[in-house]
């Protein structure tokens, strides 16, 4: 017998088929929804372990920092001076500053991803040019250069610039003043900066030193730095 499907039966196949169709894409749809709500959710907790993390060890480096600066502000004191039971001294200066450099040192490898670490590179800095080691002062204030922290960038760049002075590197120091001269900071603000400059000046050229030192008193009338180069013009004058 020749088989008869009714348009009846046609119709059921026909929703059962668009039912079945609709399902399927309803549960692919929401298999979609799962997949990037798991890689949202995955993202978010990443996010927040990161976060977490890095205030952990931001927390650790700033301790560690603080016992690094109890070695950089230590006080000299003779042999015959007591010290207190909790305070570290120092007899000589050097033997600070070297333990003050191992110390930065070793808080800004540990904690190189935090501002306590960066810093710790930069107090590391500040040592090593008190202990007259300006290649490796140098080196340290020329990897805080590139740093995303302004202010932490234009005080490695003042600092860098004078421990090009002191290394006899002028040529060196003068665009690293000039850009911050240009460009100032809340850290390093532009009468500091011109004052380093005049400094920078007062052996090569006097007659600029002496432009600059004018040059901060103008500008900045009540300030201690119009003082300081109202002083240092006085000294440039007598010796001239």
């Known amino acids: 017998?020749?088989?008869?499907?009714?348009?009846?039966?046609?119709?059921?196949?026909?929703?059962?088929e668009t039912?079945?169709?609709?399902?399927?894409?309803i549960f692919s749809h929401q298999r979609q929804i799962w997949i990037y709500g798991g890689i949202a959710l995955l993202a978010v907790l990443v996010g927040l372990s990161w976060r977490f993390y890095n205030q952990k060890q931001t927390a650790r480096g700033s301790a560690a920092m603080a016992e690094a600066m109890k070695i950089y502000q230590a006080r000299i004191r003779t042999a015959a001076e007591p010290a207190l039971p909790t305070e570290v001294t120092y007899l000589d200066e050097k033997n600070k500053y070297a333990d003050a450099v191992k110390k930065f040192t070793d808080v800004g490898n540990r904690y190189s991803r935090t501002r306590p670490g960066q810093l710790s590179r930069y107090y590391a800095a500040l040592s090593l040019e008190k202990l007259g080691r300006y290649d490796e002062a140098e080196n340290n204030l020329k990897s805080l250069q590139s740093s995303r922290d302004e202010s932490l960038s234009a005080l490695a760049r003042f600092k860098l610039a004078q421990v090009?002075?002191?290394?006899?590197?002028?040529?060196q120091a003068l665009p690293l003043y000039q850009q911050l001269a240009n460009k100032p900071t809340l850290f390093v603000p532009k009468p500091i900066v011109l004052l380093a400059l005049a400094d920078h000046y007062s052996s090569s050229d006097p007659t600029q030193a002496a432009k600059l030192y004018?040059?901060?008193?103008e500008e900045f009338p009540d300030s201690q730095a119009a003082q300081v180069a109202d002083e240092r013009l006085q000294l440039l004058q007598a010796k001239g």
Request: charge should be positive; aromatic fraction near 2%.
């Open 19 to 25: 039912l079945s169709h609709g399902a399927e894409a």
């Open 1 to 16: 017998m020749p088989q008869h499907i009714s348009r009846k039966e046609l119709k059921k196949d026909e929703i059962r």
């Open 214 to 217: 004018k040059q901060v008193k």
């Open 164 to 171: 090009y002075d002191e290394d006899g590197k002028p040529s």
